[in-house]
């Protein structure tokens, strides 16, 4: 499969969050990937971990975990049950690659790392849980491959340094994803705008990793400059499992994505110049100076004499003071475009 070169495409790239939502199946797994290919994603990414390497048997579940699952397991219990085997990533990804789409996934760890490295994972994707964990951002900088940051729950002098790790590290395309790590998250806290605070500041390729409802705010980061979006999706938003009530079925995704594609094309080069389809409409809508009344030659044009009409093929109206007091080389008939061969 073709290459995607994320960084300098002049094309949004899109990621289809499947994330755990295969619920350890690869049943499920291969069926989202097919519907991520089917929405129009660019990429289908899903996460890889040992529960038992990166969640403790104190932590407690997030508030959206306890919300769809099981009251009674811990977090470990519920994130163990979400883990697909070690070889189902090449197997996913060579099916990625007869569809036609790009498999990722976003390691947890180090030896999660080495997994996907063992496959030659084309582009690196660092959950926002993991920007402060130097130890793993120095090893995935050392792949050399592109790296895309996500920064929920961050200051912006937390992104600043994780930015500095993989820098000092290799020379590792990086591009930086805003993100409100809550599920779903609230529209008003959003904060699109420290998007364009990142992009400023670090003078790097900006995107929008999205947990809102809907995609209105997706439209919006891409209208603000976003070049990556991701956004959380499942093939059946009644499975169980933490993240498939708050994530788009494949009819929303594909909306979505097709209105990126609308969105982006109607930003342009952003240079001020007449569109190409309103370029006959100048001399159609546009104004010039017309004489207000039939006049004789040798006749000495005065202000009133001239009025301002449609179209557009005579004199501009700037030219008004500069024409009063000229006389006229020939007769002219009332509403005749004046140009400057009327005059001696």
């Not at 979400?82 to 180090?110: R, V």
């Not at 080495?114 to 084309?122: A, Q, S, T, V």
């Not at 609308?262 to 007449?274: N, R, T």
């Amino acid at each position: 499969m073709k290459k995607i070169d994320i960084l300098n495409s002049n094309k949004v790239f899109v990621i289809a969050e499947a994330g755990v939502n295969h619920n350890g199946d690869m049943s499920l797994a291969k069926k989202l990937i097919y519907a991520a290919k089917e929405a129009g994603a660019d990429a289908v990414k899903f996460q890889n971990f040992k529960a038992s390497r990166v969640i403790s048997t104190f932590a407690k579940k997030a508030e959206y975990q306890k919300n769809h699952t099981n009251d009674s397991e811990s977090q470990l219990d519920l994130v163990s049950k979400l883990e697909l085997k070690d070889d189902d990533y090449a197997i996913l990804q060579d099916y990625a690659k007869k569809l036609g789409i790009l498999f990722l996934s976003t390691p947890k760890d180090i030896p999660s790392a080495e997994l996907l490295e063992k496959i030659n994972m084309p582009i690196y994707k660092i959950g926002s849980s993991e920007i402060n964990n130097f130890e793993f951002l120095h090893y995935i900088s050392k792949t050399n491959k592109p790296i895309i940051l996500s920064t929920g729950m961050c200051v912006l002098s937390e992104v600043e340094a994780a930015i500095n790790v993989i820098k000092n590290s290799s020379n590792s395309p990086i591009s930086i994803l805003h993100c409100v790590s809550q599920y779903p998250s609230p529209i008003d806290q959003v904060n699109l705008n420290s998007m364009l605070t990142m992009k400023k500041a670090f003078r790097l390729p900006v995107g929008y990793s999205d947990h809102t409802i809907g995609s209105e705010v997706v439209l919006a980061a891409v209208a603000l400059g976003a070049r990556i979006i991701e956004k959380h999706f499942t093939i059946d938003k009644s499975l169980q499992g933490p993240d498939h009530k708050v994530s788009m079925d494949l009819p929303e995704m594909k909306s979505m994505i097709l209105s990126i594609r609308k969105v982006e094309s109607c930003l342009g080069d952003g240079i001020k110049q007449p569109a190409d389809c309103e370029i006959n409409n100048v001399m159609l809508l546009r104004r010039s100076l017309v004489f207000a009344k039939n006049f004789q030659k040798g006749h000495v044009l005065e202000d009133f004499d001239m009025t301002i009409k449609r179209p557009g093929n005579g004199l501009e109206p700037k030219f008004k003071n500069k024409i009063i007091g000229n006389v006229l080389s020939e007769d002219v008939i009332m509403d005749e475009p004046i140009n400057w061969n009327h005059f001696l």
